[in-house]
T-cell receptor, first 117, second 114 residues
Framework: GAGVSQSPSNKVTEKGKDVELRCDPI?????LYWYRQSLGQGLEFLIY????????KSGLPSDRFSAERTGGSVSTLTIQRTQQEDSAVYLC???????????????FGPGTRLLVL | AQSVTQLGSHVSVSEGALVLLRCNYS??????LFWYVQYPNQGLQLLLK??????LVKGINGFEAEFKKSETSFHLTKPSAHMSDAAEYFC????????????FGKGTTLSVSS
């Protein structure tokens, strides 16, 4: 079956521009996560959606970052007024139930490589 | 707060040699532990996970890991390395009580030479 897909695979933008990154989770998965992978910081949690509950935004590094999930499926991560330090690989993952039960496996997409010039 | 430490950012082995990638965790409650592998320009793929069942966990591609509570460790091993094992490996922890976000180690790059 189809895995987690992300688009675009690569994005080059100029400092100060806004960017939108898209994630399509595995069909039927109710939990969706965004992570950021950068050379200096490794893999960092950004935001977590579970069903219709309010998202856990505790990992977002600044108010320039926001995300939404429409219809419990597709998610968009938006970075406003991009900075060079935003350059990283943005990974999306999904899992069936979320909620912390039974050590659920998170399935990752291939990522979006963002370069801010 | 939970944390994961992977000892050694780079490990090099010869083909056929034992692979040992080290992971130590810090958690105030029994954790769930994961090993993921990332091949170049790809996402993360689950190798194996510990969820409080058997302490010796077998995963894909011949990898296994042993949960040792007394040592707070979850080291990844493979008896005989293949060239195709060259990749970056991440250890991660998830705390049931704190939510489901994974906390990752910095990663270990495994190189395999012929």
């Amino acid at each position: 079956g189809a895995g987690v897909s992300q688009s675009p695979s690569n994005k080059v933008t100029e400092k100060g521009k806004d960017v939108e990154l898209r994630c399509d989770p595995i069909s039927g998965h109710t939990a969706l996560y965004w992570y950021r992978q950068s050379l200096g910081q490794g893999l960092e949690f950004l935001i977590y959606f579970q069903g219709n509950s309010a998202p856990d935004k505790s990992g977002l590094p600044s108010d320039r970052f926001s995300a939404e999930r429409t219809g419990g499926s597709v998610s968009t991560l938006t970075i406003q007024r991009t900075q060079q330090e935003d350059s990283a690989v943005y990974l999306c993952a999904s899992s069936f139930l979320g909620g912390g039960g039974a050590g659920e496996t998170q399935y990752f997409g291939p990522g979006t490589r963002l370069l801010v010039l | 707060a939970q944390s994961v430490t992977q000892l050694g950012s780079h490990v090099s082995v010869s083909e056929g040699a034992l692979v040992l990638l080290r992971c130590n965790y810090s958690s105030s409650v029994p954790p769930y532990l994961f090993w993921y592998v990332q091949y170049p320009n790809q996402g993360l793929q689950l190798l194996l996970k510990y969820t409080s069942a058997a302490t010796l966990v077998k995963g894909i591609n011949g990898f296994e890991a042993e949960f040792k509570k007394s040592e707070t460790s979850f080291h990844l091993t493979k008896p005989s390395a293949h060239m195709s094992d060259a990749a970056e490996y991440f250890c991660a922890v998830s705390d049931y009580q704190a939510g489901t976000a994974l906390i990752f180690g910095k990663g270990t790059t495994l190189s395999v030479s012929s």
